[in-house]
């Protein structure tokens, strides 16, 4: 049973950098056939892609976003993380991370709440 | 790279059928095959209902599914449950990148 888990800072102040983790147990992350990728919703809003990176490390952004994101991945730890800088009020929402394949999000972490506020 | 555009809210019976659209563009859903379906409700994870257009993954039951035509792909519930009461989000790959829909609230009434 695949099993993800977000982790980091809750609270983020405006400008500065936002950074998550995304551990996954159950599964390799160096899987062939899978992307992982992040994914956040905005209080009220709906669900937004921000992108996915292979094991190999070749990454995909959103465009609008793709200024401000970095996503790595560490095949030795089994994780992949995820940076946004310059972060302002409209970047607080719940992200999540999720395993993809052919575009669609198979599994997903329960979510972590991020706000941005000083 | 505008989200895809879905009706706020959709509404049903118990027993009856709906159906929820999800419109994009010759660049995304018109495009691929790449079309999944989320149930989202809230405090919880989204939940895949669909991919690749018509596919359901194990364990969904079989009153959900999918279609395409153009740029216009559906999901369709049939014999409304209570349980289905949810946030329900399309996605479409979109070349480099994918998109969601705005998200469609269901009720069962």
């Known amino acids: 049973q695949l099993h993800l888990q977000e982790s980091g800072p809750g609270l983020v102040k405006p400008s500065e950098t936002l950074s998550l983790t995304c551990t996954v147990s159950?599964?390799?992350?160096?899987?062939?056939?899978?992307?992982w990728a992040w994914v956040r919703q905005p209080p009220g809003k709906g669900l937004e892609w921000i992108g996915s990176i292979y094991y190999s490390g070749n990454t995909y952004y959103k465009p609008s976003l793709k200024s401000r994101v970095t996503i790595s991945v560490d095949t030795s730890k089994n994780q992949f993380s995820l940076k946004l800088n310059s972060v302002t009020a409209a970047d607080t929402a719940v992200y999540y991370c999720?395993?993809?394949?052919?575009?669609?999000?198979?599994?997903w972490g329960q979510g972590t709440l991020v706000t941005v506020s000083s | 790279q505008s989200a895809l555009t879905q009706p706020p809210s959709a509404s049903g019976s118990p027993g009856q059928s709906v159906t929820i659209s999800c419109t994009g563009t010759?660049?995304?859903?018109?495009?691929?095959?790449?079309v999944s379906w989320y149930q989202h409700h809230p405090g919880k994870a989204p939940k895949l209902m669909i991919y690749?257009?018509?596919e359901r993954p194990s364990g969904v039951p079989d009153r959900f599914s999918g279609s395409k035509s153009g740029n216009t792909a559906s999901l369709i519930v049939s014999g409304l449950q209570a349980e289905d009461e949810a946030d329900y989000y399309c996605?479409?790959?979109?070349?480099?990148?994918?998109?969601f829909g705005g998200g469609t609230k269901l009720t069962v009434l």
């Open positions: 690749e257009v018509t």
């Open positions: 010759s660049s995304d859903v018109g495009a691929y095959k790449y």
């Open positions: 999720a395993r993809e394949k052919e575009s669609a999000a198979t599994d």
């Open positions: 996605s479409s790959h979109a070349g480099s990148h994918v998109l």
């Open positions: 159950g599964g390799s992350i160096s899987s062939s056939s899978h992307h």
